[in-house]
């Protein structure tokens, strides 16, 4: 599976992003996809995921400001970011589990929030 996450930039302080991600190859593999950031010396973390048939998890720090979205068609996920703050400035990772919980990445897009 490969993943290809678009959509970052600069935005300040309570503005909105859209990040997108594009998966292709072994895509009837996934069972759910992702987004996970990792800000400047800080661990990758989750941010949140949504399931084939739509169930949805997101980490307490960006819910009810972020949205995710998936359009199984298309084979995309993207997320959208409300109300961003300069603490949700990091690397935004896109990422799909397979069937056997095997984890892949995509390359991150840069998310930055200025206040």
């Known amino acids: 599976v490969q993943l290809q996450a678009s959509g970052g930039g600069l935005v300040m302080a309570g503005g909105s992003l859209r990040l997108s991600c594009a998966a292709s190859?072994?895509?009837?593999?996934?069972?759910?996809m992702g987004w996970y950031r990792q800000a400047p010396g800080k661990q990758r973390e989750f941010v949140a995921y949504?399931?084939?048939?739509?169930?949805?998890q997101y980490a307490d720090s960006v819910k009810g400001r972020f949205t995710i979205s998936r359009d199984k068609a298309k084979n995309t996920v993207e997320l959208q970011m409300n109300s961003l703050n300069p603490e949700d400035t990091a690397v935004y990772y896109c990422?799909?589990?397979?069937?056997?919980?095997?984890?892949?990445w995509g390359q991150g897009t840069l998310v930055t929030v200025s206040s």
């Open positions: 990422a799909a589990e397979s069937v056997s919980s095997y984890l892949y």
């Open positions: 949504i399931t084939n048939s739509g169930s949805t």
């Open positions: 190859g072994s895509i009837f593999s996934i069972k759910a």
